[in-house]
């Protein structure tokens, strides 16, 4: 199968692209559900209440899986439903929304190749790279470079459209303004600190250790039925990571939903050219080949 699923009949490409609002909408309810349990929670202090803490992070960091997909507007039927909710997945995240756009973009295109913005990070050769990298500590250092680069004038990467360019830089000075308001609440309330930034921070290294494993170690071919993996997950995992562990399938149409990955899964597993049987199974193999 070539990286389209332009050779299946017509009546399967459209019931696989069709859009709708009520699955997305569903399981958005059941994650910020699972979301305001955990915040309960750490608002209330139940006797170990901070065992919630990375549980609530993992829940809020792992939104991101959702951004993603609201780039390509396929979880929604309403182009204006995904943006809205990209945006406010950005905020809590410190990943501005109209800047991953372009560049996720620019990752399909050059999936694990020269030009994929995201082999730009240190390449992780050994444990104590792979550790630092898991902490989360990278990435938060580098969103808050991020953030400051564009609102100040200084991103300006071929992939970034100058006409999205100055949204985005819009965008980035907004961002700060809410955080520094945000973090001005610490001076009279904890709140955020137990409800956002600690949940986050310990969340993070869950959500790098999933991320690794869409590209990590994979060839560095334009075949994306080698140079991305599927992994073979429970389904809790796949409801909270909105079905991207079939990340295979979703490089091969990013125009599918992801409630109906599981579908496309169904029509092309037998020719998935990389796959890991978990995500505790592909972590061993990662760092078995490195040093």
Partial sequence: ????????????????????????????????????????????????????????????????????????????????????????????????????????????????????????????????????????????????????????????????????????????RVLIAIYTMALLTLLWSPLLLWLWIMPCLLGQPALRLYLLAEHGDCPQVANVLENTRTTFTTRAVRALAWNMPFHVEHHLAPQVPFHRLPALHALIRDRLGVTAPGYAAFTRDYLARRN
């Fill in 1 to 172: 199968m070539s990286a389209s699923i332009a050779d299946l009949p017509e009546e399967a490409r459209a019931a696989l692209v069709a859009r709708a609002n009520a699955p997305g909408l569903a399981h958005l309810a059941g994650h910020l559900g699972a979301i305001l349990v955990t915040g309960t929670l750490i608002t209330l202090q139940p006797p170990l209440w901070w065992l919630a803490l990375p549980v609530h992070g993992v829940l809020i960091v792992f939104l991101f899986t959702l951004q993603h997909e609201c780039t390509h507007r396929t979880p929604f039927a309403s182009d204006r439903l995904c943006d809205l909710v990209g945006h406010g997945i950005g905020l809590l995240i410190l990943n501005p929304f109209l800047w991953f756009r372009p560049f996720h973009f620019a990752h399909h295109r050059h999936t694990n190749r020269a030009g994929d913005p995201e082999l730009e990070g240190p390449v992780l050769q050994t444990r104590a790279r792979w550790l630092w990298h898991v902490s989360g500590i990278p990435y938060w250092r580098t969103q808050i470079a991020l953030l400051i680069r564009l609102a100040t004038g200084r991103e300006a990467p071929a992939w970034l459209p100058a006409t999205i360019r100055s949204r985005a830089e819009r965008e980035a």
